[in-house]
Nanobody, 121 residues
C-alpha cells in the first residue's frame, strides 16, 4: 500500500493551496483518511480527518473555517483545501489512512511521504 501526496508549495499569507493524497495497492477497505502536519521543532498534529463511510469530518481548532477536507472514495483519494493560509500553517503535511488490506486483517495506519507547505508573511 502506498499513499502519494502532492500539492504543497510556497504561498503568500492569505493565499490558498490544495493538497491531494491517493492511496494505492492492495486495499480491502479504508476506514478514514486525514492530514497531519509537523512544523519545525514541534510534534506532529492532526489537521483534519474524514470518515470514508458517511463523510463525517473533524478539524483542528486552528484550521476550522479555513480548511476543508473531502474525499473521492472511488479513487481512494483525500483532498485538503487550504484557504486564508497563515505563516503558522507552515509545516510538512502528511497524509494518513487507516485501512484493511484483507477482510480479516486488522486496521493499520499508513502514511504518505509528506509535502511541504510554506506560507510567507
Amino acid at each position: 500500500v502506498q499513499l502519494q501526496a502532492s500539492g504543497g508549495g510556497l504561498v503568500q499569507a492569505g493565499g490558498s493551496l490544495r493538497l491531494s493524497c491517493a492511496a494505492s495497492g492492495s486495499i480491502f477497505s479504508i476506514n478514514h483518511m486525514g492530514w497531519y502536519r509537523q512544523a519545525p521543532g514541534k510534534q506532529r498534529e492532526l489537521v483534519a480527518v474524514i470518515v470514508t463511510s458517511g463523510g463525517s469530518t473533524n478539524y483542528a481548532d486552528s484550521v476550522k473555517g479555513r480548511f476543508t477536507i473531502s474525499r473521492d472514495n472511488a479513487k481512494n483519494t483525500v483532498y485538503l483545501q487550504m484557504n486564508s493560509l497563515k505563516p503558522e500553517d507552515t509545516a510538512v503535511y502528511y497524509c494518513n489512512a487507516k485501512l484493511r488490506v484483507t477482510l480479516i486483517s486488522y486496521e493499520t495506519d499508513y502514511w504518505g511521504q509528506g509535502t511541504l507547505v510554506t506560507v510567507s508573511s
